[in-house]
Structures are given as C-alpha cells and as structure tokens.
C-alpha cells in the first residue's frame, strides 16, 4: 500500500461530507481504557481505526525524508543462510555423531541454540513476507522456505498471508487473524498456571488461529507444504528421526516460553490505556533484526531491520512519548503474573469502525508544514532568476 498523505482535497468525501480532524493526533492514542476488573472474560473495544496509518501520514508530513529509509536489505537472506546451515549441522551432530548424548543436554541444546536460533527464523520470515530482503518477490518467497527447512512445519508461506491481513485490518473482529480465539479467552483467562501452558504452547495457537479462519490454502502455501515434507523425508533419510526430534523440539521452545519469543505479547498486548501496539527497545533487537520496534514497523513496513532504527531517530517526538518495553523476560513474568492479562488483553473495533474511521477522520493540516513549503513557492516565484 503507497504511504498516505493528507490534501486539502483528501479532507472532503466523494459524497461531499467534509471529513473531521481525527482526536487522536498526533500520537494517535485512543480514549479507550484497559479493563480494571479481573473477572472480565472480553477484549476491550473501540470506535475507531487502527492508530498505524495516520501516524504515518503525520510524520510523512513532518519528515518527508523518512521515505528515504524505504528499500530492501540482502543481508537478511545472508544471515537466514548462517542460522538455517547452523541448526542442521546441530541438528546432525546430535542425531548421527553425539547419540549417546542425554537426553537432558539435548533439551538444554535445544533451548538455549535451537530455541534460539528457530525464533531468529521467525523474524527473517516477517522481514520477508513484507519483501524487505529482495525487490522482487520471489526471491523473498524463496528466503522464506529456505529457513522453514529447519522449522519442521510448512508456515513460512501461511504466515506472509496472514501476517499481510493483520497489517491490513488490525484489531478487527473476524478479519485479523493474530487475535487470540474465544477458546483462548474462556480456558486461559487469568489464570497463571493456564498461561504458563499457554506461552509454552504458543506455536500452536498460532497455528490454531490461522486454521480457525477457514480460508482455502493459497498455490505457494501449497508449495510450502510439499518442499518442507520433502524436506523433513531428507533430514530423516540422510540424519535421522532423533535429528528431525531436536530440531522440532527446538521450535516448540523458539515460539514459546523464549525470551526471542516474548515480542508476540509484546507487541499489541494491552498494558497501557490508550495504547494497542508497543515496541521493545532492548539488547534482544540486536540479535533478532529490531523485530521489537513494532510501532514503527506498522507505522511504516515498508522499512528493512537495518533502517528502522533511524525512523525513530528521525520522528523521535511520535515515539518517545509512547510506553515501551525494556525487557522481554520482564513482558511474560508480567503477563503471567498479572491478573489484568491473558488472552483477553487485546483490542478490537469492528470493521464498520475500521471503515468508518477512514473515511470520516483525517489527518489535521500542519500550519507549519503548509506555510513552510507555500513561501517556499511564493519565493520561487517572486526571485527572478539572475541574467
């Protein structure tokens, strides 16, 4: 989708209504609060669009340089390589050479690289299901199987699709598939015990929801399916059923109680009123690409990993003022612990609010922006060029 931006033109519909300035600028924070009452078994509702698209169109026309920053980065296919060559060779080591290894060790093995490496897999996923890697599409639909080999399950595909309609309608009822199912909120709840199970198996629920949305598998996920199972019969025929065991056991910890799982909580969670997405600006975006800098990668997914960093950087007063984590260790003691999270935690509007809150609300006109760039007009004029 082209960025947004805010004309005069854009301020009236083709009905003829005007559109009003929308409240919530510039930051893009809802009147909404989270709920206080611990028995509540619903999302929190809201009237109005999600915050991400207009909050783009202000800091476009604050910082229009920030459209320099858009583009592709190569080195996310290099480093996917690295991590897909290093988890087969574990994957070979503990399944053919080290087979008298406990099985204790090879679990922590599993954890501590498997676990950790799987869940880097996940963020070279995104950054390739948004074709951030290579300009053309192919190539990033072949980054994606390319690390789902040692992942096991066919999802690298499946996730671009949804992951795509979650971008595209945030929050709304029936129509983004990363909101968590009734089912998750009538077993899980608050309950501490019941979401410890649920972060641990996290990977499945995932799954779970994606399945709950009953759409038909697209040709390129059916491609997944059948180069991962051929896959999974190579591991078997050339390593063996305990090297495919490690390297499934090493997904089911990389997406679930993992610190470089943590930001699928973080990120649209609620843990401020107000606020429906968070970034996390920690020492893990180091290794995991900046996948913690949600808020700007919905505000512009148009930017690779390598770049996001400078958006903030650049549009500092859109992002400081917004709560933010600091440790994803922290996120899931906090929403295990706290009887205010749970599956429910989450925000959604219906799609009428969806639509309604784009075409009746714009973005307020900056004064400053405007008279900048008409005196800039009204001087080139007025100057007449030298003889």
């Known amino acids: 989708m082209p960025p947004h931006?805010?004309?005069?033109?854009?301020?009236?519909?083709?009905?003829?209504?005007?559109?009003?300035?929308d409240p919530r600028h510039p930051?893009?924070?809802?009147?909404?609060?989270q709920s206080t009452k611990a028995n509540v078994r619903d999302f929190v509702h809201d009237d109005f669009e999600e915050p991400h698209r207009k909050r783009r169109a202000a800091i476009l026309a604050k910082h229009p340089e920030v459209r320099k920053l858009y583009g592709n980065e190569p080195l996310t296919a290099v480093i996917g390589a690295i991590a897909t060559v290093t988890q087969l060779v574990a994957a070979y080591k503990i399944g053919c050479v080290w087979t008298d290894l406990h099985w204790a060790a090879v679990l922590a093995i599993a954890y501590f690289l498997g676990g950790t490496i799987s869940a880097?897999?996940?963020?070279?996923?995104?950054?390739?299901?948004?074709?951030?890697?290579?300009?053309?599409?192919?190539?990033?639909r072949l980054t994606g199987l390319m690390v789902n080999i040692p992942m096991v399950v066919p999802i690298s595909q499946s996730f671009r699709r949804y992951h795509l309609e979650h971008h595209q309608y945030q929050g709304v009822e029936g129509m983004d598939p990363d909101l968590p199912l009734d089912a998750e909120i009538k077993y899980i709840h608050n309950?501490?015990?019941?979401?410890?199970?649920?972060?641990?198996?996290?990977?499945a629920m995932y799954v779970l929801r994606g399945a709950a949305m009953k759409k038909k598998p697209q040709r390129w996920e059916l491609i997944n399916?059948?180069?991962?199972?051929?896959?999974?019969?190579?591991?078997?025929r050339y390593m063996s059923t305990r090297s495919l065991a490690y390297l499934a056991v090493s997904v089911f910890f990389g997406y679930g109680m993992h610190p470089g799982a943590?930001?699928?909580?973080?990120?649209?969670?609620?843990?401020?009123?107000?606020?429906?997405?968070?970034?996390?600006?920690?020492?893990?975006?180091?290794?995991?690409?900046?996948?913690?800098?949600?808020?700007?990668?919905?505000?512009?997914?148009?930017?690779?990993?390598?770049r996001i960093y400078k958006l903030r950087r650049i549009a500092t007063e859109f992002y400081d003022p917004l709560y933010a984590h600091t440790s994803?260790?922290?996120?899931?003691?906090?929403?295990?612990?706290?009887?205010?999270?749970?599956?429910?935690?989450?925000?959604?509007?219906?799609?009428?609010a969806h639509l309604s809150g784009r075409r009746?609300?714009?973005?307020?006109?900056?004064?400053?922006?405007?008279?900048?760039?008409?005196?800039?007009?009204?001087?080139?004029?007025?100057?007449?060029?030298?003889?």
């Open 5 to 21: 931006t805010t004309t005069n033109a854009a301020a009236v519909q083709p009905t003829g209504r005007v559109m009003r300035d």
């Open 27 to 33: 930051l893009y924070l809802g009147k909404w609060k």
């Open 120 to 140: 880097l897999y996940g963020v070279i996923i995104h950054e390739a299901g948004h074709n951030l890697v290579f300009k053309r599409q192919f190539y990033n």
């Open 191 to 203: 309950n501490p015990l019941l979401k410890t199970l649920w972060v641990f198996c996290y990977s």
């Open 225 to 236: 399916w059948a180069f991962i199972l051929c896959a999974d019969a190579l591991i078997v």
């Open 262 to 306: 943590a930001h699928f909580i973080q990120e649209h969670y609620i843990f401020r009123d107000g606020q429906e997405t968070y970034s996390y600006y920690g020492s893990g975006n180091v290794f995991y690409l900046n996948i913690g800098l949600h808020n700007e990668h919905h505000d512009f997914p148009q930017i690779p990993w390598t």
């Open 328 to 352: 994803w260790i922290g996120v899931i003691i906090m929403f295990i612990t706290s009887p205010m999270q749970g599956p429910q935690a989450r925000l959604v509007r219906m799609y009428k």
């Open 360 to 387: 009746e609300y714009k973005v307020p006109s900056e004064p400053s922006v405007q008279n900048s760039v008409a005196r800039k007009r009204r001087d080139s004029v007025l100057v007449a060029p030298e003889a």
